[in-house]
């Protein structure tokens, strides 16, 4: 099956320093990719759909200039949390859209997540 | 998009079946229903896909009514390495549709 990593799986850093978070798939080219954060024992969250070669679109309240989202290739989106503060602590999840089918629909592929702690 | 309403919680013990029906009243007429399983400190795992009638993998099987208005997951003979958290989603399928995760359904299997 498809397979999509996430690097790195988990990284602590000071307030104020900004964090990159890559998200590749690794066998199969993905023009759309989405970024999720996760709360401890709450749903997933989407924060913004990726599209290579374009601007992302982000959802409802959540800051685009806070949350940098660069898809430069068809394997490869970053999340950058800039000034990253405590609240910022969070469990950043990617998913990477396959090809589609046409036949039985299509699903997400999911990365294993990022734990980022700021201090 | 569709809005999902699942049970919070379950419970079942090893050996037994576990359904979990999940409602999409506002389903879509091109909408797919998609299930995914979650455990902690890991992303969701495809389980099935439907959109009508049953489907079935090697996992489980998905039985979707006429109406298209819910759907039920069924798991045979669950093991404790099925406790996790139970997303139902619908969605269009294409590259530019996105998914939005409801509450899920936390499900303990005990010994």
């Known amino acids: 099956g498809a397979v999509v990593s996430q690097h790195p799986s988990r990284v602590i850093c000071k307030s104020g320093t900004s964090v990159k978070i890559e998200c590749r798939s690794l066998d199969f080219q993905a023009t759309t990719m989405f970024w999720y954060r996760q709360f401890p024992k709450k749903s997933l969250m989407l924060m913004a759909t990726s599209n290579e070669g374009s601007k992302a679109t982000y959802e409802q309240g959540v800051e685009k200039d806070k949350f940098l989202i660069n898809h430069a290739s068809l394997t490869l989106s970053t999340l950058t949390v800039t000034s990253a503060h405590p609240e910022d602590s969070s469990f950043y999840i990617c998913s990477a859209r396959g090809p589609y089918s046409g036949t039985a629909g299509d699903e997400q592929f999911f990365g294993p997540g990022t734990r980022l702690t700021v201090l | 998009l569709a809005k999902t309403t699942q049970p919070i919680s379950m419970d079942s013990y090893e050996g037994q079946e576990v359904n979990i029906t999940c409602s999409h009243n506002n389903i879509a007429t091109n909408d797919y229903i998609t299930w995914y399983q979650q455990f902690p400190s890991q992303g969701p795992r495809f389980i099935i896909q439907?959109?009508?009638t049953k489907v079935t993998n090697e996992v489980a099987s998905l039985f979707i009514p006429a109406d298209r208005k819910s759907s039920t997951l069924s798991l045979p003979r669950v093991s404790l390495s099925d406790t996790a958290v139970y997303y139902c989603l619908v969605g269009a399928s294409g590259g530019y549709n996105k998914l939005i995760f409801g509450a899920g359904t936390r499900l303990a299997v005990h010994p």
């Open positions: 439907g959109y009508k």
